[in-house]
């Protein structure tokens, strides 16, 4: 089983452009990819703009190398339409947004719903912290 992650863009005009990406989303290597390889404006849209990936490797030709699918990115009109549309998304644990020329992450998370015991995931804009900052927080050698 994947863990399974969205990455993201931000445009100027405040649109999000989604990918999926379904094995190791974990910080701990789509991160490090992410913050290694793919770490200026140019080469994040290219690789979200490049669509569905199996899992991320250093370029986007190795990475094309090994996906099941060809499935184009989605936009939306904003990053609150875009995390309001992930609750529907139980799947997704982590979210990484690449604004501002920094990448940033968010882990998705379950809350209990006030009835029957049912849950959602739900994820804020608050809930995103720079790439550098997790890896910080959590010891991560960003080098390996």
Known sequence: MGTRSNIAYQKPNGKVVVMYCHYDGYPEYNGKILGKHYNNRAKAHALVDNGYQSSLKPTIIESNEGRVHQDPPETYHSLHSYLMNLKDSWDIEWVY??????????ETKYIELLNAGDKAKFLHERDFMPLWAYFTKNDIAVGD
């Open 97 to 106: 947004l690449f604004k501002n020329n920094n990448w940033y992450v968010a």
